[in-house]
């Protein structure tokens, strides 16, 4: 069976991470971390965002400038 993970958007770069996060890259809403459901719960507190998917952190992205309608 595959480990869970869970995907946290943070606004800055934490300066002490679990050993369990793995920082992926950074984007217009802040810095993506893939992390343990166990890791996750302890930075949920400072995350913008938290997921299981990586789609949903890639579509959110986007949907913060959304196209004019022209």
């Known amino acids: 069976?595959?480990?869970?993970?869970?995907?946290?958007?943070?606004?800055?770069?934490?300066?002490?991470i679990p050993?369990?996060?793995e920082f992926l890259y950074?984007?217009?809403s802040g810095f993506?971390?893939?992390?343990?459901?166990r890791a996750a719960e302890s930075l949920?507190?400072?995350a913008v965002?938290?997921?299981g998917s990586m789609k949903k952190?890639?579509?959110?992205?986007k949907g913060l400038n959304p196209r004019p309608n022209i």
């Open 44 to 46: 949920k507190s400072d």
């Open 57 to 61: 952190i890639k579509t959110r992205a």
């Open 49 to 51: 965002f938290v997921s």
């Open 32 to 37: 993506v971390f893939r992390a343990s459901p």
């Open 1 to 16: 069976m595959r480990n869970k993970k869970r995907y946290v958007v943070l606004e800055s770069f934490p300066e002490k």
């Open 26 to 28: 950074q984007d217009k």
């Open 19 to 21: 050993a369990e996060v």
